[in-house]
């Protein structure tokens, strides 16, 4: 114990390693994730209150990592959902996390809970750690004399029913998806979005050029190689399909079995195996001066005789086109001559070491960015400022310059196995030390009357929280499966997230609903906590 009290750094990663084992435990296919070190933290910190000695600029440190990585990662994204008419479900989350802070304040003052309590009832409910940040950071005086509760006991407490009843939530809707499914003719909500290929045999006279047929129909679909006259050939924009012709066709399951069905049917042969005069090959983009380009500006067709079919990014193939705009890590499928598809790797990179490096002065400069950014003091209407904290100032740079990727010689652009682990490490880091800190204040207050009556107010919050978030995307006629990731969004929590994904075989829906929902949702309730203080 007394080796453990002197090495405050010793006992933080020892706690790290303690949650991460922890999270990973899955239970009816849920598992805590990250939040788990909070918890370890606490059970820790609660033997000995000499434990509590974890220095404050490690958990700022890792807020800071995480929500920056989050913000690169989701700035495109984000950009481009609200491109297609995200803004009235951006309007109508805030209306709904404004009207939950309504109702925690109206329960707390049912409950008779100071404002340290109610700060991270609201923080826990909706299981946001930024929120937590940002309230301990603005009652710290309070806090530390004791004259207010700790808002770590609150956030502990309303955590896993906030996590449980929006998993609830996200279930319902996607139950109401399959139900909706089974009555009509529509298409399964739980499609996989993942691309394919088949080879396409044309029967189909007066078929437009390969170029307009990427956007038929609504889809959007790649061609991949193109057999004509016995002759194999790549798949050019200008290419003009006769009958009697093969082609591979890429694209979702579904938007493929249509197409053929239309342009044809389907050949016995798989054009894509025939590697006589044309292979495949799966190339990494590690080349930085290339990220945020457009794959047609990369100009493989003219340069190298090669095109790119799909992109694998994460876990999930997508379709490629020529406005496909290429971020560090994704993985390309390269059509195109065996000789030359060492020239198309030379020119992309192509080098794991480079995948788990960072541009250090892009990565620091825009953290520094984002901090600036979250020192600024916001005046409000009827006297006192807010300000974005730690939490928020690297939300926002990360979403900037995330969809910029590149300024000149500087790389915003994190790669995606990097981003992942830079994300996963920092939220550890914050949550095990913010559970350090606060043990011995938790194990003195969840057994008093306050933590009875905390408890209860979560309960009441996460309910009432829940059933809005459903009722919300009905009255905004999202389809069910964006809806459970536009909840997971609202609550800014990963498990959810992970079940919509795993509940319908990873359909690209949940992760543009919440991907839409989460960075406005984060800032949102940064605003918000401070106003309950």
Not at 275 to 294: E, P, Q, W
Request: net charge neutral.
């Amino acid at each position: 114990m007394d080796v453990l009290i002197d090495n405050p750094l010793l006992l933080l990663f020892l706690v790290m390693g303690v949650g991460a084992a922890l999270g990973s435990v899955r239970i009816g296919g849920v598992a805590l994730g990250p939040a788990a070190a909070l918890f370890a933290g606490l059970a820790v910190s609660a033997i000995d209150e000499d434990l509590a000695n974890t220095p404050l600029i490690l958990t700022q440190v890792g807020l800071a990592l995480f929500i920056y990585t989050v913000g690169l990662a989701s700035g495109p994204s984000f950009l481009a959902e609200l491109r297609r008419g995200g803004a009235r479900v951006l309007v109508g989350a805030a209306v709904l996390l404004s009207f939950v802070a309504l109702v925690v304040v109206g329960v707390a003052s049912l409950l008779d809970l100071d404002t340290g309590a109610r700060a991270g009832l609201f923080a826990g409910s909706l299981t946001n750690t930024p929120a937590l940040s940002a309230a301990i950071d603005g009652l710290g005086d309070g806090i530390a004399d004791g004259s207010l509760t700790d808002p770590v006991v609150g956030y502990s407490l309303a955590y896993p029913m906030g996590v449980v009843t929006m998993l609830l939530a996200a279930h319902w809707s996607l139950r109401r998806g399959h139900h909706r499914a089974a009555g009509r003719t529509e298409l399964p909500v739980a499609a996989s979005t993942n691309a394919t290929n088949a080879t396409l045999l044309v029967t189909r006279v007066d078929l437009p050029t390969l170029g307009e047929l990427e956007r038929w129909s609504g889809t959007k679909l790649a061609f991949g190689r193109v057999e004509h006259d016995g002759q194999v050939s790549i798949a050019t924009a200008d290419v003009q399909l006769v009958p009697g012709d093969l082609c591979t066709v890429i694209g979702t399951p579904d938007d493929v079995e249509r197409f053929v069905a239309w342009a044809g049917g389907p050949s016995s042969r798989h054009l894509a195996l025939d590697r006589a005069l044309l292979d495949f090959r799966r190339i990494s983009v590690s080349n930085r001066k290339l990220a945020g380009t457009r794959l047609r500006d990369l100009q493989l067709e003219r340069r190298f005789g090669a095109t790119v079919t799909r992109v694998r990014r994460g876990d999930a193939d997508l379709v490629a086109d020529g406005d496909f705009v290429v971020r560090l890590g994704d993985r390309l499928r390269v059509v195109g001559p065996a000789s030359r598809l060492g020239e198309v790797a030379t020119l992309l990179g192509d080098s794991d070491r480079s995948l788990g490096e960072v541009d250090a002065m892009g990565f620091a400069l825009g953290l520094s960015i984002g901090l600036l950014i979250g020192l600024v003091e916001v005046p409000l209407p009827g006297g006192g400022s807010i300000e974005l904290g730690v939490g928020g100032g690297p939300l926002i740079a990360g979403l900037v310059l995330g969809t910029l990727s590149r300024t000149g010689p500087i790389t915003w652009q994190v790669p995606h196995a990097a981003n992942l682990t830079l994300r996963q490490f920092g939220i550890l880091m914050f949550l095990g030390a913010v559970g350090i800190r606060s043990g011995a204040t938790f194990a003195t207050a969840v057994g008093t009357a306050v933590g009875g009556r905390l408890a209860l107010a979560a309960l009441m919050v996460t309910v009432v929280l829940a059933v809005a978030s459903v009722l919300l995307t009905r009255l905004l006629r999202s389809d069910p499966v964006t809806a459970a990731g536009q909840i997971a969004g609202i609550e800014t929590q990963p498990a959810v997230h992970a079940y919509a994904a795993e509940a319908t075989k990873g359909d690209q829906r949940v992760d543009a609903g919440y991907a839409l929902v989460l960075p406005l949702a984060m800032i949102v309730k940064l605003v918000l906590v401070q106003l309950l203080l």
